[in-house]
């Protein structure tokens, strides 16, 4: 009787780097559109949708809400983080995809915005203006 046919160790070794391989750059594809049509997105609605800006005349109006003698800013990278952690805590299927994408908007906002820091500013009263 003759022996089974059986893969010496390093042709299985040799398959499994190149399967690894495969799946990381599997991997990096998906996170990398992810991030990139995050960010676009969140570039496109900052410029052209958002009603507040210089340059546009949007549909969207920007998120301050105005308590008292405070504005509360809410930046998109402060909404897109709040959405990756209720994301991160109702859905067990961690889309590598959709988590790149907040992972855009996030960046989007850090990177073009210089006031990105500034969530809550008190205004000034009428009395302090003079």
Not at 31 to 39: N, S, T
Not at 50 to 67: P, W
Not at 106 to 125: G, P, Q, T
Request: proline content about 2%.
């Amino acid at each position: 009787m003759s022996s089974p046919i059986r893969a010496s160790p390093a042709s299985i070794n040799f398959f499994s780097h190149l399967a690894f391989a495969a799946f990381s750059f599997y991997l990096s594809f998906i996170i990398f559109f992810g991030v990139l049509f995050g960010y676009l997105a969140a570039k496109y609605i900052a410029k052209k949708a958002v009603i507040g800006t210089k340059t546009n005349k949007g549909r969207l109006r920007l998120a301050i809400l105005k308590f008292k003698n405070y504005k509360f800013h809410f930046h998109h990278w402060f909404i897109g983080a709040f959405g990756l952690i209720l994301y991160l805590i109702f859905f067990e299927n961690n889309a590598h995809f959709i988590i790149a994408v907040f992972g855009g908007v996030i960046a989007e906002d850090l990177l073009c915005d210089k006031n990105f820091y500034k969530i809550v500013v008190r205004e000034k009263n009428q009395k302090e203006k003079k």
